[in-house]
């Protein structure tokens, strides 16, 4: 498990979402994306080292809907860059995590990713991703 790759903050109002980050960092997302596999827009925005994903569901039973109907607006996820994807898999189901893929699945910016049951790690959704070498 390396460094943090990204934090995922759930919104309700992409655009919305995106104006209140580019004043908070004093600039605009890199990159916009949809996620069609997980019903959801992302927007990304990098200040320093951290990267911030802004997240929108496309739809009322979109994950990312469902988590601000239930909980409102908020950070959603954590993400964790990982060397070896797989092997990260492996070492954290046995040690006691509950993976909710069996296999890697492709995410947005060009990763290979793996999410964690919140229920299994002290209530915070965590995200693996390993980069996509082009
Ligand atoms: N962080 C912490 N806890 C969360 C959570 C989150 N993001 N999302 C749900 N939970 C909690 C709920 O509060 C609930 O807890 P209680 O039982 O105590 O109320 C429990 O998990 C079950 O929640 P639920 O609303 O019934 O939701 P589901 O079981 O349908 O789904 C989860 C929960 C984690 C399995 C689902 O959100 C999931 O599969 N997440 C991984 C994929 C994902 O998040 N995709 C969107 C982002 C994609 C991207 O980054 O590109």
């Known amino acids: 498990m390396q460094k943090i790759e990204h934090i ?3 919104v309700k109002d992409l655009e919305k ?4 980050f580019s004043l908070l960092f004093g600039n605009g997302p890199y990159k916009r994306e949809m996620v069609e596999s997980q019903a959801v827009n992302t927007s990304f925005f990098k200040n ?8 929108q569901g496309t739809s009322d039973d979109s994950i990312i809907s469902k988590f601000v ?3 409102g607006e908020g950070i959603h ?3 964790f860059a990982v060397m070896d994807i797989k092997l ?3 070492r954290l189901q046995e040690a006691g995590f509950k993976l909710l893929h069996e296999e890697p699945i492709p995410g947005a910016d060009n990763k290979l990713i793996c999410f964690l049951h919140p229920k299994s790690s002290n209530g915070v959704l965590i995200e693996l991703c ?3 070498k082009s």
Do not use: T, Y
Request: no cysteine.
């Open 8 to 10: 995922g903050i759930a």
């Open 17 to 20: 979402s995106e104006a209140l």
């Open 48 to 55: 320093g080292p951290n990267k911030i994903e802004l997240l």
């Open 69 to 71: 109907a239930k909980k």
């Open 77 to 79: 996820h954590i993400a």
């Open 88 to 90: 990260e898999m492996a």
């Open 130 to 132: 390993q980069d996509i």
